[in-house]
């Protein structure tokens, strides 16, 4: 046997596991993860960092990963442990087994407190700019864990089929049925971990409802499209134009403007390939939300403005806004269409708005995102 020969079959055996999974087949799927670990951690033992620092380092991941994918968590954390323990590692391999543990540590932590959590997690990091390793502004990382929370549910309603919900809390069957929860991670930039707890009662809610294991995925979905195709490729998987809407203006407040920080990266814990967000992201985004929303009557009268101040109040009822512009009082009206989950959390933060002003001076709504 060769490096190179079990590598190829970790691979395929890791190919089959992937289709049992999506079969749903879960025991299926875990056990062929298994014989994958087993194959790429033999296949390992054929390298060494001085060698082959690269293909080291690689094997070494894919390895500990397999494990946990087959929830061998014990294995995983064993061979991570050996792993970090020999000289010469390269650095990505080094940051990325240590990613595991904690992951492996967090999972561990919640099989023994009594609470059941949807297998994997999603690991969250911000970086550059105010970041410092370890920690970031407190008002930064609130407004980040509120709007993935909003994510999270918005993602369930759309999923159940319930019409976009513009005021309010979700309901309480979704709240509790996909409640997310958050665990620390490795320090290196700022970075923590969202997990999914699972249904208290299985058999609380007699309505058809998604399983919070497809919440989770189609979440990641959501937000894979969204940065990399908001246009055509989030519509394929968010066909509701409303829906569209505010999954887009929820991820672009997500994302960095650079002023605080430079990036966001969001990754499936058993994955390592990373949705990253940026100031560029955020520019595509809004690009696209302007591009696809309904087109006023052009008129000489009408000019647009951008306004740049603290958002004070908002009144989706009666439909306006209230901004702080240089000591000045403006009232923006025509805001009825946006979901207070998407402007809620901006209210006594710096804001751009983009409106019309008439001849008369007053101000309508087209569109508003967090000015870090």
Same mark, same amino acid.
């Given at each position: 046997m060769?490096?190179?020969?079990?590598?190829k079959?970790?691979?395929?055996?890791a190919?089959?596991?992937?289709?049992?999974?999506r079969?749903?087949d879960?025991?299926?799927?875990?056990?062929?993860?298994?014989?994958?670990a087993?194959a790429?951690?033999?296949?390992?033992?054929?390298?060494?960092p001085?060698?082959?620092?690269r293909?080291?380092g690689? #094997?070494?991941?894919?390895?500990?990963?397999?494990?946990?994918?087959?929830?061998?968590?014990?294995?995983?954390?064993q061979?991570?442990?050996?792993? +970090?323990?020999?000289?010469?590692?390269p #650095?990505?391999?080094?940051?990325?087994?240590?990613?595991?543990?904690?992951?492996?540590?967090?999972?561990q932590?919640?099989?023994?407190?009594?609470?059941?959590?949807?297998?994997?997690?999603?690991?969250?990091?911000?970086k550059g700019?105010?970041?410092v390793t370890?920690?970031?502004?407190?008002?930064?990382?609130?407004?980040?864990?509120?709007?993935?929370?909003?994510?999270?549910?918005?993602?369930?309603?759309?999923?159940?089929?319930?019409?976009? %919900?513009?005021? !309010?809390?979700?309901?309480r069957?979704?709240?509790? +049925?996909? %409640?997310?929860?958050?665990?620390?991670s490795?320090?290196?930039?700022?970075?923590?971990?969202?997990?999914?707890?699972?249904?208290?009662?299985?058999?609380?809610?007699h309505?058809?409802?998604p399983?919070?294991? +497809?919440?989770?995925?189609?979440?990641?979905?959501?937000?894979?499209s969204?940065?990399?195709?908001?246009?055509?490729?989030l519509?394929?998987v968010?066909?509701?134009?409303?829906?569209?809407?505010?999954?887009?203006?929820?991820?672009?407040n997500?994302?960095?403007?650079?002023r605080?920080?430079?990036?966001?990266?969001?990754?499936?814990?058993?994955?390592?390939?990373?949705?990253l967000?940026?100031?560029?992201? %955020?520019k595509?985004?809004?690009?696209? +939300? %302007?591009?696809?929303?309904?087109r006023?009557?052009?008129s000489e009268?009408?000019?647009?403005?951008?306004?740049?101040?603290?958002?004070r109040?908002?009144?989706?009822?009666?439909?306006?806004l209230?901004?702080?512009?240089?000591?000045?009082?403006?009232?923006? #009206?025509?805001? !009825?269409?946006t979901?207070d989950?998407?402007?809620?959390p901006?209210?006594?933060?710096?804001?751009?708005?983009?409106?019309?002003?008439?001849?008369? !001076?007053?101000?309508r709504?087209?569109?508003?995102?967090?000015?870090?």
């Amino acid at each position: 046997m060769t490096w190179a020969t079990l590598h190829k079959s970790s691979e395929e055996l890791a190919s089959a596991a992937h289709e049992a999974r999506r079969r749903g087949d879960t025991r299926q799927a875990e056990a062929l993860f298994g014989q994958a670990a087993d194959a790429e951690e033999q296949a390992l033992g054929f390298l060494s960092p001085q060698d082959k620092p690269r293909t080291f380092g690689i #094997t070494a991941v894919s390895a500990v990963a397999l494990w946990y994918k087959a929830r061998e968590l014990g294995r995983a954390a064993q061979l991570a442990h050996s792993v +970090l323990a020999v000289p010469g590692i390269p #650095t990505f391999a080094l940051e990325q087994l240590r990613g595991l543990l904690q992951t492996l540590w967090n999972e561990q932590a919640q099989e023994s407190s009594g609470v059941s959590f949807v297998p994997g997690q999603i690991l969250v990091s911000v970086k550059g700019g105010e970041i410092v390793t370890g920690g970031a502004p407190l008002d930064l990382v609130v407004d980040k864990v509120q709007t993935i929370q909003a994510l999270f549910y918005r993602t369930a309603e759309f999923l159940k089929n319930i019409p976009l %919900r513009r005021k !309010g809390p979700p309901s309480r069957d979704i709240q509790e +049925l996909y %409640r997310p929860w958050l665990f620390q991670s490795v320090p290196g930039s700022y970075q923590f971990a969202v997990a999914i707890q699972s249904p208290k009662q299985a058999d609380l809610f007699h309505e058809p409802k998604p399983d919070p294991g +497809l919440v989770a995925a189609t979440f990641f979905s959501i937000l894979q499209s969204a940065v990399e195709d908001p246009g055509e490729g989030l519509a394929h998987v968010v066909p509701d134009k409303d829906y569209k809407a505010t999954f887009l203006k929820l991820t672009r407040n997500l994302a960095p403007s650079g002023r605080v920080f430079s990036e966001m990266e969001l990754r499936a814990s058993d994955d390592a390939h990373p949705i990253l967000l940026s100031p560029d992201s %955020r520019k595509v985004i809004t690009n696209t +939300l %302007r591009s696809e929303a309904p087109r006023e009557t052009e008129s000489e009268a009408l000019v647009s403005v951008s306004l740049n101040g603290i958002l004070r109040a908002v009144h989706l009822d009666d439909d306006w806004l209230q901004l702080s512009v240089d000591g000045q009082t403006i009232r923006v #009206t025509g805001v !009825g269409e946006t979901v207070d989950d998407v402007i809620g959390p901006m209210v006594n933060h710096q804001v751009m708005v983009q409106a019309v002003r008439d001849a008369r !001076g007053q101000h309508r709504f087209r569109d508003v995102e967090l000015e870090e």
